[in-house]
């Protein structure tokens, strides 16, 4: 019988969504990514689109792989300078992070498929061996391309029986190629590449996932624990609670529970957390009801956390059901969100619970790195300073790209 294959990590995971839109209006880059990559151990990049065909595309070329980022946005502080070789090499967002990579050996990077927005053709890919095949094949490359440690696949959601099915199939195999290429490239004394999910934390869409069958192919599991209340509902509610006060309420702790009782180890679950705040207008508060939502930071009803509390509210921490929230009686606006305190209570229910660790959606909206509210560096704090410190790949030699498969470490 074959030894089973080694842990992907060797100490808790503090994981975030770096969102390649955000060097955009957010001037959100790589660079800045940086001041907190020795508190970081995984980057999500989010996200690669899935076509009809099974084929997995980069979302965004430009700022992926081709953008020539100045000296002052640059990881190394060199700078990109345009050359007539340049289509043979790489450049963007992933160039950044593979030298992030080469400074802080620890940090692991993987590409994110799907998402909320580009999920649409997953049911029929996972379904259809042949598309299947494709998928796998296209996330790989990528993978030898552009430098990558992993895949997380951000499925949202599977929506019956059969579906859950096949994304077991989807798992197995992109699971078996990640081993493969391993072995080919006899890479096989080097850290096992990691295959993680994006998986919801609400009962309906849970347990319909065949979670037993998808543990052995899955590495991590990142909870997406944040969303329970929004614009949606009647009511203004905790989008993150970790206890509810009834039996209808969501909460982290009982899908943690559940998805430990349905077969996944406690050590394969990050618990995920929001760096933003679903925001309610003209309510008086949590169990009220609400009228219309503000405009937020970027999208309405939702500020970033480095927003908050907004300038006239007053924060609130409820340590018996583990929440936050702001209320600005004036403007009659009820903001839920995580407030370091909440934060630093999570993480001892991490520690207690005996979980992978802690994941952020999404990194720009934190406050920066030596900001006393830094939620990144709450988490730090709480998980006691230790850090999964399992070495990250940096030998890409079938990339397409020939800084990545010679230069860049030269």
């Not at 934390?201 to 347990?207: A, D, E």
């Not at 995920?272 to 508060?285: C, E, H, L, Q, W």
């Not at 407030?339 to 630093?344: A, G």
């Not at 850090?387 to 397409?400: C, E, G, K, T, V």
Request: hydrophobic share 35%.
């Amino acid at each position: 019988m074959a030894a089973p294959p080694p842990p992907v990590i060797n100490g808790p995971v503090i994981a975030g969504y770096f969102a390649n839109w955000g060097i955009y209006a957010r001037n959100y880059n790589v660079v800045d990514l940086a001041q907190n990559a020795d508190r970081l151990t995984h980057i999500l990049y989010a996200f690669a689109n899935l076509e009809p065909s099974g084929q997995v595309v980069i979302g965004d070329a430009w700022a992926d792989k081709d953008k020539h980022f100045p000296p002052e946005q640059s990881v190394d502080g060199k700078g990109d300078a345009w050359s007539d070789n340049d289509s043979g090499n790489l450049f963007g967002n992933f160039k950044q992070l593979y030298l992030l990579k080469q400074k802080h050996r620890h940090l692991k990077v993987s590409l994110s498929i799907g998402g909320w927005t580009w999920s649409t053709n997953f049911a029929a890919v996972a379904s259809d061996p042949q598309k299947r095949a494709v998928f796998v094949q296209s996330a790989m490359k990528h993978l030898s391309d552009l430098g990558l440690d992993g895949i997380d696949i951000d499925w949202e959601y599977p929506k019956n029986e059969q579906e859950a099915l096949t994304y077991v199939h989807l798992l197995y195999e992109v699971r078996l190629a990640l081993d493969a290429y391993q072995q080919q490239l006899q890479q096989t004394n080097q850290p096992r590449l990691i295959l993680s999910v994006a998986v919801p934390c609400g009962p309906s869409q849970y347990r319909l996932l065949r979670l037993r069958d998808m543990a052995p192919y899955v590495d991590l599991f990142y909870l997406m624990a944040y969303d329970f209340a929004g614009s949606w509902d009647s009511q203004a509610g905790h989008q993150a609670a970790l206890y509810s006060e009834g039996p209808n309420q969501l909460c982290c702790h009982q899908a943690v529970s559940d998805y430990i009782a349905a077969g996944v180890p406690a050590g394969k679950l990050v618990l995920g957390m929001p760096a933003y705040g679903r925001a309610f207008s003209n309510t008086t508060g949590p169990g009220a009801g609400f009228n219309g939502v503000p405009e937020g930071s970027w999208e309405k009803g939702q500020y970033d956390y480095k927003a908050l509390p907004r300038p006239e509210a007053q924060e609130y921490n409820d340590p018996q059901h583990c929440r936050s929230w702001s209320y600005d009686p004036q403007q009659r606006e009820f903001v839920t969100y995580d407030s370091p305190v909440i934060v630093q209570s999570k993480t001892d229910y991490i520690r207690q619970a005996g979980l992978a660790g802690a994941m952020f959606w999404e990194l720009s909206a934190d406050h920066p790195r030596d900001h006393p509210r830094s939620l990144v560096m709450a988490v730090y704090q709480g998980l006691g300073g230790r850090l999964d410190s399992m070495p990250n790949h940096l030998d890409y030699p079938a990339s397409q790209y020939e800084n990545m498969r010679a230069s860049m470490r030269s």
